[in-house]
């Protein structure tokens, strides 16, 4: 069992910017950030592999986030810049022990077993 512990999240005037971070109790093969708004459904955000070679991103955040890890520190980063008030949401770290070879795979929720609480981000305008 992987625990997940996200930080970071707050409140940011548009655009301004954040850095979320996940603290995993263990090694996982992916860790994805995904996101809630209310009323919404769990959406993709970003992905990266555990070498780090790979990372994938929703449309709506590609050239304003980035995603990154520290192995050392089992920990994966969530830079988020240029956000605008659509970026609000609860931001919710995932891992999972599974391999992946493309982009829907990795941004998949069901491709995810271990969930941390999630992280409130909201962006005024």
């Known amino acids: 069992q992987v625990q997940l512990v996200e930080s970071g999240g707050g409140l940011v005037q548009a655009g301004g910017s954040l850095r979320l971070s996940c603290a995993a109790s263990?090694?996982?093969?992916?860790t994805g950030w995904f996101r809630q708004a209310p009323g919404k459904e769990r959406e993709f955000v970003a992905a990266i592999n555990y070498g780090g070679s790979s990372t994938y991103y929703a449309d709506s955040v590609k050239g304003r986030f980035t995603i990154s890890r520290d192995n050392a520190k089992n920990t994966v980063y969530l830079q988020m810049n240029s956000l605008k008030p659509e970026d609000t949401a609860v931001y919710y770290c995932?891992?999972?022990?599974?391999?992946?070879?493309?982009?829907?795979?990795?941004?998949?929720?069901?491709?995810?077993?271990?969930w941390g609480q999630g992280t409130q981000v909201t962006v005024s305008s």
């Open positions: 995932a891992a999972s022990a599974a391999y992946c070879s493309n982009y829907g795979c990795y941004a998949s929720v069901r491709m995810y077993g271990y």
């Open positions: 263990g090694r996982t093969v992916k």
